[in-house]
């Protein structure tokens, strides 16, 4: 099966950055969309960022818009989350999924089947 590892997680002031990547291997079929869930407590998994694995076309969250950007790194089959201007409530665990088949909703967390174990992600002053 596909296996994904995040990192790059930690704690970071209002208002600083952070980048979390994805090492994706394992491919057993195609790929069409990689993304980014995160997840607080007491809260829904909600999607923040995906991308065609073609890397032509990018979907964001309206909170994360012209914050965070989605990239792909293909020489070392990597996904990358860079996270500009952290708020307190960008608090949560972020995971990296990938989806095997087309999706309809790129941000919609039933869409996905393969999942990351999580990296944490902390913002307070």
């Known amino acids: 099966q596909v296996h994904l590892e995040e990192s790059g997680g930690g704690s970071v002031q209002p208002g600083g950055s952070l980048r979390l990547s994805c090492v994706v291997s394992?491919?057993?079929?195609?790929?069409?969309?990689l993304a980014w869930f995160r997840q607080a407590p007491g809260k829904d998994r909600e999607g923040v960022a995906a991308?065609?694995?073609?890397?032509?076309?990018?979907y964001y969250a309206d909170s994360v818009k012209g914050r965070f950007t989605i990239s792909q790194d293909t020489t070392k089959n990597t996904l990358w989350l860079q996270m500009n201007s952290l708020k307190p409530e960008d608090t949560a665990m972020y995971y990296c999924?990938?989806?095997?088949?087309?999706?309809?909703?790129?941000?919609?967390?039933?869409?996905?089947?393969?999942w990351g174990q999580g990296t944490q992600v902390t913002v307070s002053s």
């Open positions: 394992r491919y057993t079929g195609l790929t069409y969309y």
């Open positions: 999924a990938a989806a095997p088949t087309s999706a309809a909703d790129q941000l919609s967390a039933a869409e996905y089947r393969f």
């Open positions: 991308i065609n694995i073609s890397g032509r076309f990018t």
